[in-house]
C-alpha cells in the first residue's frame, strides 16, 4: 500500500523559511516522479513543484520558482520542499504526491501539512 | 498556461440519479487529464487518469470521457458517500493546472 507521510508545517512570519518532508512507503521511491501540491484553506489545488525520480530535474510554476526548491533523498525515501521568502499567500496545506516513472501525474497523496504565513 | 475551466462551480443531486462534471482546456491537451474527489476534511484521491482510465479500486460508477480540449467525468448511481468537491487536472504541460473544482451535494 503506497503510504505518504508529510510533516514540518507550522506556523511561520513573513520572509521566513520552512522545510517539508515526506516520508514514502510501500512503493520503490526511486522509480517514480514526486510532486507538491497545494491548497489555501477553502480554495482549489495549485501544483507547487515536481522532481524526476533521480532528482536530475526540478519544475515550478512561476507562483513558486525561485523562492521553494524540491529535492528528494532516495537513500531514506524521502521528499522535501525547502520553502523560502514566505507570503501570506503561500498559506496552505501542502500534499505530497507519488507521480508516474515518467512524468507527473498525482497518481496517490499523502494526508497533508499545514503551512501558515501570518505575523 | 492551459486554463482548465470547470463547470458546473455546484450541484445538488439525488441518490440513484446520474450527474457529469465538465472540464474545457484552453488549448488541446490530448487525453492528459485527471480527474480528483476530495471527500471533506480528506486529501484529493484520484479517480481517473488519462482521461478515460479509473484507478485501482475506483468503482465504475466514475466515467471520465473527453479528448482535446472538452472533457466530463459522469457519476451514474449517485451515491450518499459521493459527496464532495472533484477537480479536473491536465498534465500534458507545465505549469500544470486544476480546474476550480465541482461541489457535488446530495439532496
Known amino acids: 500500500e503506497v503510504q505518504l507521510v508529510e510533516t514540518g508545517g507550522g506556523l511561520v512570519q513573513p520572509g521566513r523559511s520552512l522545510k517539508l518532508s515526506c516520508v514514502a512507503s510501500?512503493?520503490?521511491?526511486?522509480?517514480?516522479?514526486m510532486s507538491w501540491t497545494r491548497q489555501a484553506p477553502g480554495k482549489g489545488l495549485e501544483w507547487v513543484a515536481s522532481i524526476t525520480n533521480s532528482g536530475g530535474s526540478t519544475y515550478y510554476p512561476d507562483s513558486v520558482k525561485g523562492r521553494f526548491t524540491i529535492s528528494r533523498d532516495n537513500a531514506q525515501n524521502t521528499l522535501y520542499l525547502q520553502m523560502n521568502s514566505l507570503r501570506s499567500e503561500d498559506t496552505a496545506t501542502y500534499y505530497c504526491t507519488r507521480d508516474a516513472p515518467d512524468w507527473s501525474e498525482m497518481a496517490y497523496w499523502g494526508q497533508g501539512t499545514l503551512v501558515t504565513v501570518s505575523s | 498556461d492551459t486554463v482548465m475551466t470547470q463547470s458546473p462551480a455546484s450541484m445538488s443531486t439525488s441518490v440513484g440519479e446520474r450527474v457529469t462534471v465538465n472540464c474545457k482546456a484552453s488549448q488541446s491537451v490530448g487525453t492528459v487529464v485527471a480527474w480528483f474527489q476530495q471527500k471533506p476534511g480528506q486529501s484529493p484521491k484520484r479517480l481517473i487518469y488519462l482521461a478515460t482510465n479509473r484507478h485501482t479500486g475506483v468503482p465504475d460508477r466514475f466515467t471520465g470521457s473527453g479528448f482535446g480540449r472538452d472533457f466530463t467525468l459522469t457519476i451514474s448511481n449517485v451515491e450518499a458517500e459521493d459527496l464532495a468537491v472533484y477537480y479536473c487536472?491536465?498534465?500534458?504541460?507545465?505549469?500544470?493546472?486544476f480546474g476550480s473544482g465541482t461541489k457535488l451535494e446530495i439532496k
Open positions: 510501500g512503493f520503490t521511491f526511486n522509480n517514480y516522479w
Open positions: 487536472l491536465q498534465y500534458d504541460s507545465i505549469p500544470l493546472t
